[in-house]
């Protein structure tokens, strides 16, 4: 369900980056995921957005495990504060490789979004 955002809402999200790389099992019931029917209702293809509101559903759990293996917060002005969990496994600094290169990756796109956003307001002047 999408949330009536203010400018002010939206500027403030921009003005700030945040990755977490969570670990742990979460599963999906295939079954339980909305679909959208065929027209005969026979073929129902599973649509990621049903996946994703069932493991958000999941975290919210009470009994639901997971743990921050990461979490970076980045300011507009680049201050940056990152957590990494102590003693990482091999398997999990696989995890933390990951989550740098996701947290480089989401600042390339929100400087390109900006870089879009700012010329739509003053025009592109090349």
Partial sequence: ??????????????????????????????NDLQTEGSIDGTDK???FAGIMQQLEGNILKKDAKISALAATHVSIDKDTVTFVKENLSPEEAVYLDFHNETVKAAGIARAAMADGIAKLFVGNKK
């Fill in 45 to 47: 293809p599973i649509k």
């Fill in 1 to 30: 369900m999408a949330e009536n955002k203010s400018l002010w809402d939206f500027i403030e999200d921009m003005a700030t980056l945040d990755v977490v790389t969570l670990t742990g099992n979460l599963t999906v019931k295939v």
